[in-house]
């Protein structure tokens, strides 16, 4: 078994996914989370060593994979989460692109510390991005008939959308949009009932984001 070193901030972020599917594998991993608050230099040492100058980075026996993409695509293939076939499995890295996708626009929205422009941007954030992103995966999940996004068994794809989803849903975001889609919901209660992912969410650190 190869030794896996996962390497991002102490937050869920971009890294949250990719922990998942580690808990849904049952791989044993080293999973290092960097503190950046102020006067805390690890980052800022450890910035330059990286390939991109960014995180996440996962060592697989000492050999670094950076983007969080394309550790999700090089885990889907080694833990068997992309599917059945290549059909299936380019429709599940096309749907972690469009959970990325997704998320730039929720970042933007966070990290605005104008409360009166803050505001603005949620409002704009569900009706251009939220609501659309809801009736698509709705549609989707009605389409594919199995409670997972792709084919008939959990893909990568399933765990960096519920992993969106989730987090909206415990900060109680977009309530009357998660109302009014009873298939997303049922998605969500899928997943988080998994006897591994189950495990990972009631141990995990707690934070914000």
């Known amino acids: 078994m190869p030794h896996y070193k996962l390497t991002y901030f102490n937050i869920m972020g971009l890294a949250e996914p990719i922990r998942l599917m580690f808990a849904q594998a049952g791989v044993e991993y080293e999973n ?6 102020e006067g805390d230099t690890t ?14 980075l996962l060592e697989v026996d000492g050999r670094v994979i950076a983007q969080s ?7 889907a293939k080694k833990f068997d989460m992309n599917g059945e076939n290549e059909w299936e499995a380019v ?15 929720v970042r933007a929205w966070w990290k605005e510390k104008v ?4 505001a603005e941007l949620l409002k704009k954030l ?20 199995t409670g997972f996004f792709v084919g008939s068994r959990i893909t990568q794809a399933d765990l960096h959308i519920f992993n ?6 415990n900060n109680q975001f977009f309530s009357d949009v998660f ?23 009631e141990k995990r650190p707690k934070t914000a984001v």
Do not use: C
């Open 32 to 37: 290092v989370m960097i503190s950046r608050e």
């Open 43 to 56: 980052w800022a040492k450890l910035k330059p060593t990286t390939p991109y100058g960014t995180l996440p």
């Open 69 to 75: 993409i394309a550790i999700s695509n090089y885990l």
């Open 91 to 105: 429709k599940a890295e096309e749907l972690v692109q469009a959970m990325h996708d997704v998320r730039q626009p």
């Open 115 to 118: 409360e009166r422009k803050k």
């Open 126 to 145: 569900e009706s251009d991005v939220v609501l659309p992103f809801f009736d698509r995966f709705e549609k989707l999940l009605a389409e594919n008939g």
């Open 164 to 169: 969106m989803l989730e987090w909206w849903q």
């Open 179 to 201: 109302y009014n889609h009873p298939k997303i919901n049922a998605f969500i209660k899928k997943i988080a009932n998994m006897p591994n992912i189950k495990n990972w969410l």
